[in-house]
């Protein structure tokens, strides 16, 4: 037994570790990020504005012209400008988008190569923390946000892996995951420890496991609707005439156009609101065997019922033409802020059956 204890403290202090390693890890792809973009602002604003001079050129222009040819008539078509989904401008990415100048793009491989570093220490964090109790490492607050931004990160490398241009989204992405690993391991830090009886089952690896996923996900729909509201100003403060000034330019030129970010969110939220119903309709089972009802309005099972209809709600809106463009944004982010507050304020401030986080 002392042996089998032993081992276990063992696997604990190697996942705190881990952690840590890769929190090092990730601070130097921060870095390397941002030399990413110091060597990356080079990128001048004249290829939006002359995207969007253009485009108003075309709209300004007749719709169809009429010229005399050996007494027949002919008619020109305009050249056509094909319009975002979200009625936005028709502007190319940033030249910065996809890397910028070729020593950005050297600084920003190396960025990804370190990020790819982290999430495997992190990775490994997660494995031995769970090996150290030999049950799913999301029992509390700690081991479920270092599982969830491990996942974040996983989610964004299987973009890149999927040639998705997403590398736009790295420094964004390992800043707030150092957030989150700083928080995790100080305010929400909880010793390894067995889980209290309502939680041995086997839906604790399937209900939270998809929880997590959803919520990763989720994350990084809400990054893209956070940095189209950036790029939605700054392409209309453009088209208006306006200069922005030398550090909005070359912050603005890293990210693709406003309708990019605009289509990304909305396809990322899209494709997991599915699981995220299963989520709910699992939890309910699992309610039903552990406590004799599937439903008790508890304040998790609320909160995660307005986080459904938040995004359904989104999900209607972003497809009828009156809710696209910034308002399917606030939307999508005032959805993402519930699920936010139902892990961190419900598991916190408020009390019911779910309330065994081991803060």
Known sequence: MQLAAAANENLAHLSNNLIYASMAVYTLAFFAHITEWLFGSRSKVARTAAALTRSEAQADAPAVQVRSKGGTAVLDKPEVVTRSAAGTRDVPDGPGAAGGTVQGDLYGRIAVSLTTLGFLLAAGGVVARALSVERAPWGNMYEFSITFSTVAVGAYLALLVLKKNVRWLGLFLVTTV??????????????????????????????????????????????????????????????????????????????PSAASLDKFSYRINAAVFPLWTFTIIAGAIWAG??????????????????????????????????????KAAYLALFAFACWIWNYYGVNILLSGKHSYAGV
């Open 289 to 326: 065997d552990a406590w004799g009802r599937y439903w008790g309005w508890d304040p998790k099972e609320v909160w995660s019922f307005v986080t459904w209809v938040a995004y359904a709600c989104y999900l209607h809106a972003r497809a009828t033409a009156g809710w696209k463009g910034r």
């Open 178 to 255: 150092l957030l989150d690993l700083g928080i995790a391991t100080t305010v929400l830090y909880t010793d390894s420890d067995q889980l209290v009886p309502a939680l041995h089952s086997y839906w604790l690896w399937i209900h939270v496991s998809t929880a997590i996923f959803c919520g990763a996900v989720f994350y990084i729909g809400a990054a893209g609707a956070v940095l189209y509201l950036f790029r939605d100003g700054y392409e209309a403060k453009l088209a208006r005439g306006g200069k922005p000034g030398k550090f909005s330019t070359s912050v603005m030129e890293r990210f």
